[in-house]
């Protein structure tokens, strides 16, 4: 309720305004029922919750209850204070420093191509780009899975082209996991840089190719400094997504990967201790959101650097 | 490409690229093929290469209840999920770009809100949310209210990139010549926005339909979706019939791409 009552006070404030858009025949204030659903459901249904895991990340634990009475920071201490916990958070982040650099590799020159085709395949491409999006993320561990195994297609291809005896651990692993998670996030690596890529005018590189610069040099002092924002939006959005990424690690990963999502839902479902699961999935977010700010700032300075 | 040909070395390093690029699908494209060739193999297993093509596995599919009653819950939130985000994103988008004017970007920013958000956290938050509020999961309320919110901004940004595309002069000429507010609305807005609703709606059905995460948390008994059932059912079993529903979730979607090509093309899909 309260998001609905702040974003109106404005337009009820500005009588001004409201007269001059009245004057040019665009109601304000009678389209506003057009908006208030929306506001109503995320108002409710979203700003609300986010503030209440704040207060239950705060309320002590309970038998027989998810939570107790009264505040604590004892979930907080106990997941800073915890060996365990804090190497499950730095398996994550490892996780994410890792999905992102190989995701750049693998999608910018998709994205490069995808920006500058003329092909009447462009629409079937950018399905396919798209297609580990749209398709569950379940369904594609499981082909994962299928691929993966240790009697899956990758490795009794190896066995029958003789270029192995024995079966490779591909899965229940990190490799696994990485594997799945890049081609889970590469869309949201290629579909920003597409963007900015599209916006670079195709004639600054034909012009400074025809004033003698190799290809490699108009890449690299032309079209990757102009995309800098696209990697930067796409590379902190898949870190972001890999930190709180749940179910390929328990498809692929087994019990031998253990994320700080993986850790949350349990402490949440199976031992039902909701308040340790908020303070712990709160410590998460706080990481990423350092790390992304700190991200931000590094290569700001980078990028000003390149100009 | 010009008059003079390229350098060889040139060409090479096209040729390069394009391989490059080539494996880059066919990555992005094994797991979902590899699924839907071993849902037609007539092997016990799921085994490489398949042993014969056959049906056999959907007929076990078939025969199977709980994932049948899996396939029906899923249609079903998701049916709800996308009229709701429709209604909704469809007069949000209608506010943002028509009516809004100082507070266009922050409401803007506010409806897209759902899709920045990890959906994990988001369903945590909502599970604790509908406990605190005594609304609880014993309904299907939460689980849609779940969906609702994540598959919102994909109709909202489909919708108002499809506003943004035409200037609101044509529903002021048929205000000024006496329609009401909405009858210009169905009879000139409506139908110049239709591909954008369309487009929105049958993404929001797609992503409401493969949603885990917020299922998983808000699920109430006898709420399991086609993707949870899936997911359990993978920890114990390891055979085609997996293979064979995946394929039906495959089938799902592409019937809701086909459909967005046919009606106003691939490229104009918005994603975030």
């Given at each position: 309720?309260?998001?609905?009552?702040?974003?109106?006070?404005?337009?009820?404030?500005?009588?001004r305004l409201h007269g001059r858009r009245a004057r040019k025949g665009r109601p304000g204030r009678g389209a506003f029922w057009l908006i208030a659903p929306a506001l109503v459901l995320i108002g409710v249904f979203l700003v609300l919750p986010y503030l209440n895991i704040i207060g239950m990340s705060l309320r002590p634990t309970a038998v027989g209850a998810p939570y107790g009475a009264g505040f604590t920071l004892a979930n907080y201490a106990n997941a800073l204070g915890d060996g365990y916990i804090l190497g499950v958070l730095a398996d994550t982040l490892l996780l994410g420093v890792t999905t992102v650099p190989i995701c750049l590799l693998l999608g910018y020159p998709v994205a490069y191509h995808l920006a500058r085709t003329r092909s009447?395949?462009?629409?079937?491409?950018?399905?396919?780009?798209?297609?580990?999006?749209?398709?569950?993320?379940?369904?594609?561990?499981?082909?994962?899975?299928?691929?993966?195994?240790?009697?899956?297609?990758?490795?009794?291809?190896?066995?029958?082209?003789?270029?192995?005896?024995?079966?490779?651990?591909?899965?229940?692993?990190?490799?696994?996991?990485?594997?799945?998670?890049?081609?889970?996030?590469?869309?949201?690596?290629?579909?920003?840089?597409?963007?900015?890529?599209?916006?670079?005018?195709?004639?600054?590189?034909?012009?400074?190719?025809?004033?003698?610069?190799?290809?490699?040099?108009?890449?690299?002092?032309?079209?990757?400094?102009?995309?800098?924002?696209?990697?930067?939006?796409?590379?902190?959005?898949?870190?972001?997504?890999?930190?709180?990424?749940?179910?390929?690690?328990?498809?692929?990963?087994?019990?031998?990967?253990?994320?700080?999502?993986?850790?949350?839902?349990?402490?949440?479902?199976?031992?039902?201790?909701?308040?340790?699961?908020?303070?712990?999935?709160?410590?998460?977010?706080?990481?990423?959101?350092?790390?992304?700010?700190?991200?931000?700032?590094?290569?700001?300075?980078?990028?000003?650097?390149?100009? | 490409?010009?008059?003079?040909?390229?350098?060889?070395?040139?060409?090479?390093?096209?040729?390069?690229?394009?391989?490059?690029?080539?494996?880059?699908?066919?990555?992005?494209?094994?797991?979902?093929?590899?699924?839907?060739?071993?849902?037609?193999?007539?092997?016990?297993?799921?085994?490489?290469?398949?042993?014969?093509?056959?049906?056999?596995?959907?007929?076990?599919?078939?025969?199977?209840?709980?994932?049948?009653?899996?396939?029906?819950?899923?249609?079903?939130?998701?049916?709800?999920?996308?009229?709701?985000?429709?209604?909704?994103?469809?007069?949000?988008?209608?506010?943002?770009?028509?009516?809004?004017?100082?507070?266009?970007?922050?409401?803007?920013?506010?409806?897209?809100?759902?899709?920045?958000?990890?959906?994990?956290?988001?369903?945590?938050?909502?599970?604790?949310?509908?406990?605190?509020?005594?609304?609880?999961?014993?309904?299907?309320?939460?689980?849609?209210?779940?969906?609702?919110?994540?598959?919102?901004?994909?109709?909202?940004?489909?919708?108002?990139?499809?506003?943004?595309?035409?200037?609101?002069?044509?529903?002021?000429?048929?205000?000024?010549?006496?329609?009401?507010?909405?009858?210009?609305?169905?009879?000139?807005?409506?139908?110049?926005?239709?591909?954008?609703?369309?487009?929105?709606?049958?993404?929001?059905?797609?992503?409401?339909?493969?949603?885990?995460?917020?299922?998983?948390?808000?699920?109430?008994?006898?709420?399991?979706?086609?993707?949870?059932?899936?997911?359990?059912?993978?920890?114990?079993?390891?055979?085609?019939?997996?293979?064979?529903?995946?394929?039906?979730?495959?089938?799902?979607?592409?019937?809701?791409?086909?459909?967005?090509?046919?009606?106003?093309?691939?490229?104009?899909?918005?994603?975030?």
């Amino acid at each position: 309720m309260n998001a609905v009552m702040t974003a109106e006070a404005p337009v009820h404030g500005a009588d001004r305004l409201h007269g001059r858009r009245a004057r040019k025949g665009r109601p304000g204030r009678g389209a506003f029922w057009l908006i208030a659903p929306a506001l109503v459901l995320i108002g409710v249904f979203l700003v609300l919750p986010y503030l209440n895991i704040i207060g239950m990340s705060l309320r002590p634990t309970a038998v027989g209850a998810p939570y107790g009475a009264g505040f604590t920071l004892a979930n907080y201490a106990n997941a800073l204070g915890d060996g365990y916990i804090l190497g499950v958070l730095a398996d994550t982040l490892l996780l994410g420093v890792t999905t992102v650099p190989i995701c750049l590799l693998l999608g910018y020159p998709v994205a490069y191509h995808l920006a500058r085709t003329r092909s009447r395949w462009g629409g079937l491409l950018y399905v396919l780009v798209l297609s580990p999006l749209l398709v569950g993320v379940v369904v594609r561990s499981f082909g994962w899975l299928i691929l993966l195994s240790g009697n899956g297609v990758i490795n009794r291809a190896l066995i029958d082209l003789g270029l192995i005896s024995t079966a490779l651990q591909l899965m229940n692993n990190r490799l696994g996991v990485t594997i799945a998670l890049v081609h889970v996030f590469l869309p949201f690596m290629i579909l920003p840089l597409v963007g900015v890529i599209q916006s670079i005018d195709p004639t600054l590189e034909q012009a400074a190719r025809s004033l003698g610069a190799s290809r490699l040099k108009v890449f690299w002092r032309l079209v990757l400094p102009m995309s800098w924002p696209g990697i930067q939006a796409g590379t902190s959005l898949v870190f972001v997504l890999t930190l709180s990424a749940y179910v390929t690690p328990v498809m692929l990963g087994g019990a031998q990967v253990k994320t700080m999502s993986v850790l949350v839902v349990q402490n949440l479902i199976d031992n039902f201790q909701w308040p340790a699961g908020a303070a712990q999935a709160l410590v998460l977010s706080a990481c990423g959101m350092v790390a992304v700010w700190l991200y931000a700032r590094l290569t700001g300075r980078f990028m000003k650097g390149l100009q | 490409m010009t008059m003079k040909r390229k350098p060889l070395a040139a060409r090479a390093a096209d040729a390069i690229g394009l391989a490059y690029v080539g494996a880059v699908y066919v990555f992005l494209l094994l797991p979902i093929a590899v699924i839907v060739l071993m849902s037609l193999n007539a092997g016990e297993f799921l085994t490489f290469p398949p042993q014969g093509i056959s049906l056999r596995w959907f007929g076990a599919l078939f025969a199977n209840e709980a994932f049948m009653r899996a396939i029906g819950t899923s249609l079903q939130v998701a049916a709800i999920a996308t009229v709701c985000s429709s209604v909704i994103g469809v007069a949000g988008a209608l506010y943002v770009v028509r009516h809004a004017t100082r507070l266009r970007e922050g409401l803007r920013m506010m409806l897209m809100l759902p899709l920045m958000l990890p959906e994990i956290l988001t369903a945590i938050a909502l599970l604790f949310f509908l406990y605190a509020s005594g609304i609880g999961t014993r309904t299907m309320f939460g689980l849609v209210v779940g969906h609702v919110l994540v598959t919102l901004p994909y109709v909202f940004t489909n919708v108002a990139s499809a506003l943004y595309n035409q200037d609101g002069t044509l529903e002021q000429a048929a205000r000024s010549l006496g329609a009401s507010p909405w009858r210009a609305f169905v009879r000139v807005t409506l139908p110049l926005i239709k591909p954008g609703i369309i487009t929105g709606a049958l993404f929001a059905f797609v992503i409401s339909f493969d949603l885990f995460n917020m299922s998983l948390l808000l699920k109430g008994i006898g709420m399991t979706t086609l993707p949870l059932q899936l997911f359990d059912y993978l920890r114990w079993d390891f055979d085609p019939t997996a293979a064979a529903v995946s394929t039906v979730s495959i089938v799902v979607t592409l019937v809701a791409v086909i459909c967005v090509d046919r009606t106003v093309g691939l490229r104009s899909l918005r994603f975030g």
